[in-house]
C-alpha cells in the first residue's frame, strides 16, 4: 500500500520536475530515486537523507536523534533510517536529479556512492536542522524523554550522507559536534544541559551552507527544491506514522512538524529573493505552506489525524505547482 502510495504521489504534477532536476549530481536514474537508495545502502547507518532547516534565532533548532545507544555510531535501527525511510527519502529528493541548476555539480562522494549535488546538500543541512527544531520544542515543553532521540537523528540518520561533500568543502567540524551531542543525549534532563551544545552546532551548519553557496546566494530554484524536499519528506513522514487511520510511530510525526518548521523558517528566510523573481508566487507558496502547517497542530501528535493523509499530499502538489515557476 505505501508503494502504491508513492508511485501514485508521483504521478500528480511531479513528471516535470523530475524531467529536469532531481537528486544526485551525474546520476540519470528514475527521479534520482534509485540513487538515493543507492546511497542509503552504501551508509554505514542508512538514514532518511538530510534533514534542516534554519535557525529561529538564538538556541534554535531542534532534534530527533536516536535513543540512547545509537549515539555510538551511524549504524542501528534508529529512528527513521535504514529501510524504513530509505525509498521514502529518495521520494523527497527526486527534485535534485542530475544536472541541477549551476553551482550544484557534484561534491565529494565516493567510488561507492554517487555523488551529492550541492543543492541536495544544502537540503540534507536545512533537515538537519528541522530534526533540532523538533528536539528543541518537544524538550523546552517539558517533553524530555521523548526530545533526547530527536538530538541523535542528525548524527545517526543524515549526516552519513553528506559526510564526503562537507569534508571537500573542508567542513569538518560539523560532524564533531553532532556525534558528542549525540553521544550526550541520553544524559539530557532540561534544555539548558544543551543550549551551548546546540548553538554550536547552528553555527557550524550556517557556516556549512554558507561555504556551499560559495560567493552568490541560492538562486529562487535552488530555494524551491529545497523547500520541496522538506515539505515532501515531512508528508511522507506523516504518512508512516499512521497505521489504520491513527498515530502509532510519534517520532515520525514530530519529524514531519520539525521539517515543516524548518521550511517555514527557510521560506521567511529567502522572502526578498523569491519576491524579487515572482511575488505571485512567493504569496500563493506561503498560503499553501499554512494549509500544510495544520496537519501538525502540536509537537505531541493529537488523538487523531487533524488532515486526511490523502489530503496532505494532494495540498504538497499545490505547493509545487506554486513554486513552479521558480523551477522554469
Not at 39 to 52: C, I, L, Q, T
Not at 191 to 198: I, Q, Y
Not at 271 to 292: F, G, H, P, T, Y
Amino acid at each position: 500500500m505505501k508503494e502504491q502510495k508513492l508511485k501514485l504521489w508521483m504521478g500528480v504534477g511531479v513528471a516535470t520536475l523530475l524531467a529536469s532536476s532531481g537528486a544526485w549530481a551525474g546520476d540519470g536514474g528514475e527521479g534520482g530515486e534509485s540513487g538515493h537508495d543507492d546511497m542509503v545502502k552504501s551508509a554505514d547507518h542508512g538514514g532518511e537523507g538530510g534533514e534542516s532547516g534554519e535557525s529561529y534565532g538564538g538556541e534554535g533548532g531542534e532534534n530527533q536523534g536516536g535513543e540512547g545507544g545509537e549515539s555510538q555510531s551511524h549504524g542501528g535501527e534508529g529512528g527513521e533510517g535504514g529501510e524504513n525511510h530509505g525509498g521514502a527519502t529518495g521520494e523527497a529528493f527526486s527534485y535534485f536529479a542530475a544536472g541541477g541548476e549551476g553551482g550544484e555539480g557534484g561534491e565529494g562522494g565516493s567510488s561507492t556512492a554517487p555523488a551529492l549535488s550541492d543543492g541536495a546538500q544544502i537540503a540534507m543541512i536545512h533537515m538537519m536542522q528541522g530534526h533540532l527544531m523538533a528536539a528543541r520544542e518537544l524538550i523546552k515543553s517539558g517533553e524530555v524523554a521523548e526530545g533526547r532521540p530527536h538530538l541523535t537523528h542528525p548524527w545517526i540518520e543524515v549526516y552519513p550522507m553528506v559526510e564526503s561533500g562537507l569534508e571537500a568543502h573542508g567542513q569538518n567540524d560539523l560532524g564533531k559536534r553532532l556525534k558528542a551531542l549525540a553521544e550526550k543525549a541520553k544524559d539530557v534532563d532540561k534544555w539548558s544541559d544543551v543550549s551551548a551544545d546546540f548553538n554550536a552546532i547552528w553555527k557550524s551548519m550556517d557556516k556549512a551552507l554558507a561555504t556551499i553557496a560559495g560567493d552568490q546566494p541560492e538562486s529562487p530554484a535552488t530555494i524551491a527544491k529545497v523547500m520541496l524536499s522538506l515539505t515532501k519528506q515531512a508528508v511522507l513522514e506523516y504518512d508512516e506514522a499512521q497505521d489504520d487511520g491513527r498515530f502509532v510511530a510519534e517520532y515520525e510525526y514530530q519529524d514531519g512538524r520539525g521539517f515543516v518548521m524548518a521550511a517555514r523558517e527557510y521560506l521567511e528566510r529567502n522572502k526578498a529573493a523569491l519576491m524579487k523573481q515572482n511575488k505571485e508566487a512567493w504569496r500563493d507558496s506561503n498560503k499553501v505552506l499554512d494549509e500544510l502547517e495544520e496537519a501538525w497542530p502540536t509537537a505531541v501528535p493529537p488523538a487523531q489525524p487533524v488532515v486526511k493523509t490523502s489530503d496532505l499530499y494532494a495540498t504538497q502538489a499545490r505547493l509545487e505547482l506554486a513554486l513552479s515557476p521558480y523551477l522554469y
